[in-house]
């Protein structure tokens, strides 16, 4: 869950049904709790639901539409946009704590009790009956859906022990609760609903619409109060897919969600979401991944996106970057680790190692039978360079490099490669001409301008010469010359 750590419960916090009563609590739907929150949030203008980068003038003001209607809907995206997430992130507008009935399956509360167990707990200790403090980060229930979900998990069962116990079938007590009553209160997710089969579809009619259940033919009346929330893809979410009619029409509201749509917007992304920010441990300190890297990154993802040779049902996920840019910053701490840097930074050399690792994460429209098809990493190898070569133009446009390239005029070469340490690169070149302004160019900050920082820029530049054609380059496995 993406909500912090719980704080203590209310102070003084009421502990029985009396104590509540006399604090002047009262119930309050969970619709109407999180139109309430949201409304709050949106006054003080602060963000509705923080941490989700590229959707505030798109996807936001919907979603906060349909809460403060009272709706519950459903995402439609391709994967990796970000669809759970965003559910996961609804949990924040709960309040932080809400009393329920001590020993209640369905988080009652006192207040508002809905089972036979609790009007008879109630009936037996009136204002002495004991109550508890529920944290939201406990009201949200969660199912990826599966073709082998069944009504039971989702709803529920007669538990055949009850019976055994001298029960009847109509007894609402025999009773085994599934996951949708058991988050009554609360916020319930079903990711991939089109995945559920018709009749386990047809099983959250009720919940929908009459905010009951039906369990093997008896009518259970329990009205439930939760927010039903699902994500899908958008091809599997239409009545030709796998998704029944009836189900679509309960649902009040559909939102599309979609990927970054700004560049910026792709960077801040993977600036929240890749674990970059670890440490090394004692050998060395926490790694940096120049911005100039995130960029190529970030602009490699769009390129595949975009890519005719890709899939474009199946889109490519935002864990594509994050995993690419996880991976950049790996190659850098292994670097280090061998070579005995002190600081390991990320450099150009690292990013052939993105290619492999993330080959797994994209489908490609043309893909032959052999799963070794090596046409497919060419297409990611040559997308690789076009986003470095944008990155260059973008951040080195009009910067002179002249100095740069007349070391090589003799012919003279640089050896570079994942092994090789900075002050190695470095000392090939000696005096670097225009060094500060480059750093400056890609946004190194002055206090930050070690020999780990100034080869990483070297070797940036070096590229960004060959892919313009203004310099030659070799490359043979991890070993890479620039140069004649």
Known sequence: MTDPAPSATPSPAPTTLGELRDSGATFRPVKAELRANLLARLGRGEPSLPGMVGFEDTVLPEVERALIAGHDLVLLGERGQGKTRLIRTLVGLLDEWTPVLVGS???????????????????EHGDATPVGWLHRSDRFGEKLATPDTSVGDLIGDVDPIKVAEG??????????????????RGIFSVNELPDLAERIQVALLNVLEERDIQIRGYRVRLPLDLLLVASANPE???????????????????????????????IALLHQEAQTSWTG????????????????????????????????????????AIAGLETVTASAVRRAAIA??????ARVVDLPSVVPASRGKVEFADAGSDPDD??????????????????????????DLTGLQEHFTGGETVESGELVPAPALLGQLGTIPKLAELLGRLGVPEGE????????????????????????????GTRTVYGA
């Open 374 to 399: 090596e046409r497919e990493l060419e297409v990611l190898e040559h997308l690789l360079r076009q986003a470095t070569a944008q990155t260059f133009r973008a951040r080195c446009a009009g910067l």
């Open 340 to 345: 005995g840097e002190t600081r390991p930074v």
């Open 236 to 266: 599997d979410y239409t009545n030709r897919g796998r998704i029944i009619t009836p189900l679509k029409d309960r649902f009040g509201a559909e939102v599309r969600t979609h990927y970054p749509i700004e560049l910026a917007d792709e």
């Open 167 to 184: 029960r009847t079938l109509g007894d609402p007590e025999t009773v085994h609760y599934g996951l949708v009553p058991r988050t009554n």
């Open 281 to 320: 441990g004692d050998t060395f300190g926490t790694p940096i991944v120049p911005e100039h890297l995130v960029e190529i990154i970030a602009r490699f993802t769009r390129l595949v996106r975009e890519s005719s040779h890709v899939d474009q049902r199946s889109g490519v996920s935002a864990r594509f």
């Open 449 to 476: 301008q070690s020999a780990e920082q100034a080869a990483a820029a070297v070797e940036f530049a070096l590229e960004g010469l060959y892919l313009t054609r203004r310099l030659a380059k070799d490359t043979d």
């Open 105 to 123: 399956e369905l988080n009652e509360h006192p207040l508002h009790p809905i089972s036979v167990w609790a009007h008879r707990q109630i009936a």
